[in-house]
C-alpha cells in the first residue's frame, strides 16, 4: 500500500510511506452524533474542515494514544486502477 503524505510540517516536500495499516483499536469519540477515533476530530478541528475519504490520520511515533498535534500527519491514499 502507498500513501503520500501532505502536511504544513512536511513543506514543500511530497513524502511517501509504503505501510501496512495498522490493526491498533483507536480510542473513539462522539461529536453532534458523529464517532470517529479521536485523532480525526483532533485533525479536522486543527484543519477547520472535514477529512476526505482518502485522507488519514497517521500517528508518527506510532502511539494510537499520543494525539498530540505534533504527533499526527494526515496523509492521502493514493488510489491506482488497475487498467481494463
Same mark, same amino acid.
Not at 504544513?8 to 470517529?36: F, Q
Not at 494514544?65 to 481494463?84: A, G, P, Q, T
Given at each position: %500500500? ?11 516536500? &511530497?513524502?511517501?510511506?509504503? /505501510?501496512?495499516? /495498522? ?7 462522539? *461529536?453532534?452524533?458523529? =464517532? =470517529?477515533? &479521536?485523532?480525526?476530530? *483532533? %485533525? @479536522? ?7 476526505? @475519504?482518502? @485522507?488519514?490520520?497517521?500517528? &508518527?511515533?506510532?502511539?494510537? =494514544?499520543?494525539?498530540?498535534? @505534533?504527533?499526527?500527519?494526515? *496523509? ?5 486502477? =488497475?487498467?481494463?
Amino acid at each position: %500500500m502507498e500513501w503520500t503524505m501532505k502536511a504544513s510540517n512536511a513543506g514543500s516536500h &511530497i513524502l511517501t510511506l509504503r /505501510s501496512v495499516m /495498522s490493526t491498533n483499536t483507536y480510542p473513539h469519540k462522539t *461529536i453532534n452524533g458523529v =464517532k =470517529k477515533p &479521536i485523532h480525526r476530530h *483532533i %485533525m @479536522e478541528d486543527h484543519l477547520g474542515r472535514l477529512l476526505r @475519504e482518502n @485522507e488519514h490520520v497517521y500517528h &508518527i511515533n506510532g502511539d494510537p =494514544k499520543d494525539n498530540s498535534l @505534533e504527533n499526527l500527519i494526515v *496523509i492521502v491514499k493514493n488510489i491506482r486502477r =488497475k487498467k481494463e
